[in-house]
């Protein structure tokens, strides 16, 4: 019978997360760990229900405000979850291993392999409310009207994901929006729209320029702090050099179904 083996340590790597500055370790997958996201691969609500949990089992040191999976859902945000994926897929990984280049030059596709460290870059968000501080944007078109934008966490996602049966990528988009409010010319006469199904419907009814100017301030204000995965390729067929970002959650399950 098999009773585990012995003395064997694993390595762990140090993982600071760029929202909110917390300190993991994490330790590679296994085998039945990359069984259960194969597993988890039917409905989107539970790929990210696993990817949380496997994350979450995957850390070894744990920074003390986080004590708990509810803590860890409440306090880490969709950013720092790409920092702790980065960590678990160097960690079980190492390399990039043929991810797909479209060439924006020649249109062909070819695959590139590369060290996942050497595509690292970090730029942490430079104070201490991230998850507390909300964004009033007067939106440019819909005179009248405020979006309060914030930056969503593991359980701002999941519960909307179960919450609301539209589009995914509607859902993602969406879950920095906070309310929508409306005020009359007076000032006191507010019409607020705090129900995700609500801020969905409303969201759906906006000029293009309005869209443009959340995304703006979202990326401005929180997004773009953060992991970035960026490389240099240059296409085998014409030549071409580009920088890429590598989309980490696809490559991720690209490599859990590889051998
Ligand atoms: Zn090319």
């Given at each position: 019978?098999?009773?585990?083996?012995?003395?064997i340590?694993?390595?762990?790597?140090?993982?600071?997360?760029p929202?909110?500055?917390?300190?993991?370790?994490?330790?590679?997958?296994?085998?039945?760990k990359?069984?259960?996201?194969?597993?988890?691969?039917?409905?989107?609500?539970?790929?990210?229900?696993?990817?949380?949990?496997?994350?979450?089992?995957?850390?070894?040191?744990?920074?003390?405000e986080?004590?708990?999976?509810?803590?860890?859902?409440k306090?880490?945000?969709?950013?720092?979850?790409?920092?702790?994926?980065?960590?678990?897929?160097?960690?079980?990984y190492?390399?990039?291993r043929?991810y797909?280049?479209?060439?924006?030059?020649?249109?062909?596709?070819?695959?590139?392999?590369?060290?996942?460290?050497?595509?690292?870059?970090?730029?942490?968000y430079p104070?201490?409310?991230?998850l507390?501080?909300?964004?009033?944007?007067?939106?440019?078109?819909?005179?009248?009207?405020?979006?309060?934008?914030k930056?969503?966490?593991?359980?701002?996602?999941?519960?909307?994901?179960k919450?609301?049966?539209?589009?995914?990528?509607?859902?993602?988009?969406?879950?920095?929006?906070?309310k929508?409010?409306?005020?009359?010319?007076?000032?006191?006469?507010?019409?607020?729209?705090d129900?995700?199904?609500d801020?969905?419907?409303?969201?759906?009814?906006?000029?293009?320029?309005?869209?443009?100017?959340?995304?703006?301030e979202?990326?401005?204000?929180?997004?773009?702090?953060?992991i970035?995965?960026?490389?240099?390729?240059?296409?085998?067929?014409?030549?071409n050099?580009?920088?890429?970002?590598?989309d980490?959650?696809?490559?991720?399950?690209?490599?859990v179904?590889?051998?």
């Open positions: 019978m098999f009773t585990g083996f012995q003395n340590e694993y390595p762990e790597y140090e993982v600071i997360t929202h909110t500055h917390y300190s993991f370790t994490v330790s590679t997958l296994n085998v039945q990359e069984q259960r996201l194969k597993g988890s691969l039917v409905t989107p609500i539970k790929i990210t229900e696993h990817l949380n949990r496997i994350l979450w089992e995957c850390t070894v040191s744990r920074p003390e986080i004590k708990t999976y509810e803590d860890f859902m306090k880490i945000t969709l950013k720092d979850r790409d920092a702790l994926l980065y960590g678990l897929y160097h960690i079980s190492e390399e990039i043929n797909m280049v479209s060439c924006v030059a020649c249109n062909k596709e070819y695959p590139i392999t590369i060290q996942a460290s050497s595509t690292f870059n970090f730029n942490p104070s201490n409310d991230i507390t501080k909300v964004i009033k944007l007067p939106l440019p078109k819909t005179k009248g009207v405020f979006a309060y934008i930056q969503p966490t593991l359980i701002d996602e999941i519960t909307a994901f919450s609301l049966s539209a589009d995914n990528e509607l859902i993602s988009i969406t879950l920095p929006i906070q929508f409010t409306q005020e009359t010319e007076g000032g006191d006469d507010t019409l607020v729209y129900q995700r199904t801020i969905l419907d409303a969201y759906m009814t906006l000029p293009p320029l309005d869209k443009r100017a959340l995304f703006n979202y990326a401005e204000k929180f997004g773009n702090f953060g970035e995965l960026k490389c240099q390729t240059t296409c085998q067929y014409c030549g050099s580009d920088i890429i970002n590598i980490l959650v696809e490559q991720f399950f690209r490599m179904f590889s051998v």
